[in-house]
């Protein structure tokens, strides 16, 4: 690949200009291999953030992330592939019961995922929680618990799209991850170079989304899933309110807690009705029409996967997960109907408490988040337990307490309430 000039990639994209394909190809392998340093990328980062990209342009840039590195090849499976990526939210633990759910009713589900990033949870963290459970598996690993249980989530290999693991790590410290071009190139990057046939995503919109708006996550979806088809994979989008967190947790081991929950047959409707509807598209789009997931929830067989699946990489489903050290209650100060919950304020809260990190390298706390004892809708007394705050490191209450401050709304008694559907619009 011939040299170029960084600078001059920089002001392209600073001038509003497009970037030439030999420039995007240039520029994600120079900064793959080390010779474009970390502040001229931010700077295109940013300018990229500031001036977006044109459809063609985000196509060339995700081609090029996904040539920087290894492609996985699924076909050597007995069943069809389906995968689901969400653009993360709070509370969004819908991967756990859904990943061994879709398997039980027949399709092998690659799960690559990721940690959490900012206010919002990771798979990955989440399942560390349980006792002896790891994430890193070597590709034939993989394929092994893949071709054994038909589910597994572990983390992304090393050799996979490494230009979108650095931008990422660089992004989540310059303020440019919420940006539609951004956001695409490095989803549909992995899940294309991961080699799933087909993939069913979860844009989350609302105040604990990045996407804040309906128009911009419709403008995400239909980016991602023009990029996935046309590299092959049947791709389709669910748009989900994150108004709300999903679930009555956010938080790494309260959130495993929940999905057992599920299942098992329980849980909160929310998240037993996302998890249905994901899985009924996975089911679709994976060509298995007739599978039942409603079913697989409540014989058992979603509930035997997901103990296979978790033995599988070491852990012991049947261990108790861990608890925090302490614990403070956050009452409802006047009784009335809850009106507002605001997912955001309680995905910072959690992070505050430990369940999310501030650097890459930081530890998370397998025990810390947030509980709910009431979601938009219900009526509540005063004086009863509206959160629970749970930590190892109480000097952190009053800080994740901050954050609360008009997180919610409670009108009078008889206040109505219109609940947001659990699935806002389909596209794909
Ligand atoms: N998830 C990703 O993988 N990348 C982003 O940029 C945002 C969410």
Redesign the pocket.
């Given at each position: 690949m011939a040299a170029m000039d960084v600078i001059s990639v920089i002001r392209t994209k600073r001038d509003r200009a497009r970037l030439t394909d030999e420039q995007i190809d240039w520029v994600i392998d120079a900064y793959t291999r080390g010779e474009v340093a970390d502040e001229q990328m931010s700077a295109l980062a940013m300018a990229i953030f500031l001036n977006g990209m044109e459809r063609d342009e985000i196509a060339r840039w995700t081609a090029a992330m996904i040539a920087s590195g290894e492609r996985m090849d699924f076909s050597s499976l007995p069943r069809p592939t389906a995968d689901k990526h969400s653009?993360?939210g709070v509370g969004d633990k819908i991967t756990l019961p859904l990943a061994p759910l879709v398997a039980a009713c027949g399709a092998a589900v690659p799960q690559l995922s990721?940690r959490g990033?900012g206010h919002t949870g990771g798979t990955l963290d989440k399942l560390e929680s349980i006792p002896g459970w790891r994430a890193l598996l070597s590709n034939d690993e993989m394929l092994a618990v893949l071709r054994d249980v038909g589910a597994v989530v572990c983390a992304a290999g090393d050799g996979l799209a490494p230009a979108d693991k650095k931008l990422?790590a660089l992004?989540d410290v310059t303020g440019t991850?919420e940006s539609i071009p951004?956001?695409a190139s490095?989803?549909m990057s992995?899940k294309i170079a991961e080699g799933t046939g087909s993939l069913v995503l979860d844009v989350k919109v609302g105040s604990g989304a990045?996407m804040k708006n309906i128009d911009d996550a419709r403008e995400l979806a239909r980016t991602m899933v023009g990029l996935g088809t046309d590299h092959g994979v049947k791709t389709v989008a669910l748009l989900t309110d994150m108004a709300t967190p999903l679930g009555l947790t956010a938080g790494n081991a309260l959130e495993v807690r929940e999905s057992v929950e599920v299942l098992a047959g329980g849980g909160p409707s929310d998240v037993v009705e996302l998890t249905l509807a994901l899985a009924r598209e996975m089911l679709d789009a994976a060509g298995l029409k007739d599978a039942d997931p409603a079913k697989a929830l409540a014989d058992g067989s979603a509930m035997d996967a997901w103990r296979r699946m978790i033995a599988a990489q070491g852990g012991d489903p049947d261990a108790a997960l861990p608890t925090a050290r302490e614990t403070q209650v956050i009452t409802a100060p006047t009784s009335g109907v809850l009106t507002r919950l605001d997912a955001y304020a309680v995905g910072v809260a959690a992070w505050r408490l430990g369940a999310g990190r501030a650097r890459k390298e930081d530890p998370v706390q397998a025990a810390a988040g947030v509980e709910l004892h009431a979601k938009p809708g219900e009526s509540v007394t005063a004086g009863q337990p509206l959160l629970t705050l749970h930590t190892d490191t109480p000097e952190k209450f009053d800080y994740a307490q901050q954050a609360l401050t008009d997180s919610y709304d409670i009108g009078p008694a008889g206040t109505s309430y219109e609940p947001n559907p659990v699935v806002l619009d389909r596209i794909g």
């Open positions: 653009t993360g990721g990033l990422y992004r991850v951004l956001i490095s989803i992995k990045f």
